[in-house]
């Protein structure tokens, strides 16, 4: 299982305020999508506002493996030029 950690607002507006989660998943696309059955919305948030970091890598390839000692972060992506 990867262990899911959300940082604000992600935890309170789609999984009642957990903010660490552990999913089964074989890449992140699954992971988003396993996300999205547990909380409907956050696979469209995630692909609009999300960065995500898997094992303290940011990574912007959705079929990055993941394995049952994965940690996979989701924050808010913060705009800039």
């Known amino acids: 299982m990867a262990k899911v ?11 009642g305020g ?10 992140v ?4 999508h396993a996300l999205d059955a547990i909380g409907p919305g956050f696979a469209d948030a995630a692909n609009r506002r ?3 970091a898997v094992n303290g890598v940011t990574i912007t390839a959705w079929d990055t493996p993941l394995d049952g000692s994965s940690e996979v972060l989701f924050v808010v992506r913060i705009a800039g030029g």
């Open 50 to 52: 999300a960065a995500i």
């Open 29 to 32: 696309f699954a992971l988003v």
């Open 5 to 15: 950690i959300l940082t604000p607002p992600f935890g309170k507006e789609f999984f």
């Open 18 to 27: 957990q903010d660490e989660l552990e999913v089964v998943a074989g890449n």
